[in-house]
């Protein structure tokens, strides 16, 4: 059975993830009048560099088991996001948004593509999450998933839903922690188009590959609580917040 207070925390994810995504846009729009088109570009600038062209890229490594080793594999995996999401927001701006250089253009992207982020991996996978616990409360889940899904998989899935309910919690913390994150490596690399100084690429994509660090560590083993992982995601969205309010007056210049 999954319990309560586990269906609860997955309510609590979403319903949190949703409100601070369209509450940023909602008031970003109101105060500084921020476009829908930077936030368009943003979103399917995730979804064409971080969905597609990024998962290809994967579904090749991992077929020919480029890395066999967990640790090499996370650092990659963090390098490979960096460089498709950080190289996606730098042709973007050299491109269909080269007259949009403003510091609320700046929001408005990362609005966009750390909004898109936070549906598709965490208000999507919750909503899944809820429809497999309605199935395995209701007794049907085998019946119902069995046949489509591989054993292993289906008993991982279970292991998962009936697993501590903080985990679910930690959903929407991570999603709203990233999406601060995802708006403040898009003024990094803005700024770099903006004054032409392509070395801010770089800095991004180093700096997008730490933040995937935390996640890393707990996957491969080494932070055996997911709080220690959050911990450190929480420093990250302090210090994106810190410059993106910052950043406003190198835009002014």
Not at 25 to 50: D, Q, R
Not at 54 to 63: D, G, M, P, S
Not at 84 to 111: M, P, S, Y
Request: with cysteine; hydrophobic share 55%.
């Amino acid at each position: 059975m999954v319990s309560n207070m586990s269906i609860a925390n997955m309510i609590i994810s979403l319903v949190a993830t949703l409100a601070v995504v369209i509450g940023s846009f909602i008031y970003f729009n109101k105060k500084e009048k921020i476009t829908i088109k930077p936030v368009l570009i943003g979103a399917g600038t995730f979804i064409l560099f971080s969905q597609v062209l990024e998962k290809i890229l994967h579904f090749v490594v991992i077929n020919n088991k480029v890395f066999t080793n967990p640790l090499a594999f996370a650092i990659y995996g963090a390098l490979a996001a960096g460089i498709f999401e950080e190289c996606g927001r730098f042709i973007a701006f050299k491109t269909v948004l080269k007259n949009k250089h403003q510091w609320k253009d700046g929001i408005a992207f990362g609005i966009g593509q750390g909004g898109i982020e936070a549906i598709l991996i965490g208000v999507l996978s919750v909503i899944n999450y809820l429809v497999m616990s309605n199935f395995i409360n209701a007794g049907t889940f085998d019946q119902t998933i069995g046949a489509a899904v591989p054993a292993e998989s289906l008993a991982q899935l279970k292991t998962i839903l009936t697993g501590p309910s903080s985990m679910f919690l930690a959903i929407g913390i991570e999603r709203i922690f990233a999406f601060a994150m995802q708006i403040g490596l898009t003024m990094v690399v803005l700024y770099g188009v903006r004054y032409k100084k392509n070395l801010y690429l770089l800095l991004a994509i180093i700096l997008h590959a730490l933040m995937d660090v935390p996640a890393a560590l707990y996957q491969t083993g080494f932070f055996k609580n997911v709080w220690w992982a959050e911990l450190v995601f929480f420093v990250y969205a302090i210090i994106a917040v810190i410059y993106i309010r910052k950043s406003r007056k190198s835009f002014e210049a």
